[in-house]
């Protein structure tokens, strides 16, 4: 079955410091998802990614699609600490299946 | 708070006994999707609705879970004779499926977290 990787697992870094994470798929996606969950929080959709090689951002947090749509990465520049939570990117797969696979995600920890 | 709604936040059970969650998803979302997590990983999928027909459901973990949309709106999760490895979060995420097919973002619920003693 499809498999979505995520590193680092753990990230602790240093107000004002840049962070990034990284997805990859053992599949193809049509599509693929970001979610932030905050401690004890429930996931909250950031961005859907569709087409290949695709940038988008918002503020300090920049998304890129990779090329052949396995890939992924979410960098947030100069963090701050409401940047605090599990980062998951969540892949579908090409073709008829239509659920979400989640990344195990990154825990982002900031220091002030 | 027209978010989606769980019910109960936490359960506590004794192993064997059966429980069952509630879910109120955003009222105009046609889809409405299970999931499982565990700590420190990633949402595991279980099972979805459009509608109320159950398009999804080999991902289930065992014939212990089933889950129902009789009409539509609401959702139920049952799982029977509980195992101490089922304790987690049980999340619930509603979406509109656009007519394109189209797939939109997922709003999660707070979850059912249940412990099973």
């Known amino acids: 079955g499809q498999q979505v990787m995520q590193i680092p697992q753990y990230q602790h870094v240093q107000e004002g410091e840049d962070f990034t994470t990284y997805c990859n798929s053992s599949t193809t996606l049509s599509n693929i998802q970001w979610y932030k969950q905050r401690p004890g929080g429930h996931p909250v959709f950031l961005i859907q990614?569709?087409?290949?090689?695709e940038v988008k951002k918002q503020k300090r947090l920049t998304f890129q699609f990779g090329e052949a749509k396995k890939n992924s990465s979410l960098h947030i520049t100069a963090t701050q600490t409401t940047d605090v939570g599990t980062y998951f990117c969540a892949g579908r797969p090409s073709g008829s299946a239509r659920q979400l696979t989640f990344g195990s995600g990154t825990q982002l920890t900031v220091l002030p | 708070d027209t978010g989606v709604s769980q019910d109960p936040r936490h359960k506590i059970t004794k192993r064997g006994q059966n429980v069952t969650f509630r879910c109120d998803p955003i009222?105009?979302?046609?889809?409405l999707y299970w999931y499982r997590q565990t700590l420190g990983q990633g949402p595991e999928f279980l099972t979805y609705f459009q509608n109320e027909a159950q398009l999804e459901k080999s991902r289930l973990l065992s014939d212990r879970f089933s889950a129902e949309r009789p009409k539509g709106s609401f959702s139920t999760l049952e799982i029977q004779r509980t195992e101490q490895g089922d304790s987690a979060m049980y999340l619930c995420a509603s979406s509109l499926q656009l007519t394109s097919g189209k797939s939109s973002e997922q709003f999660f619920g707070p979850g059912t977290r249940l412990t099973v003693l």
């Open positions: 990614l569709v087409k290949s090689g």
């Open positions: 009222s105009e979302h046609n889809r």
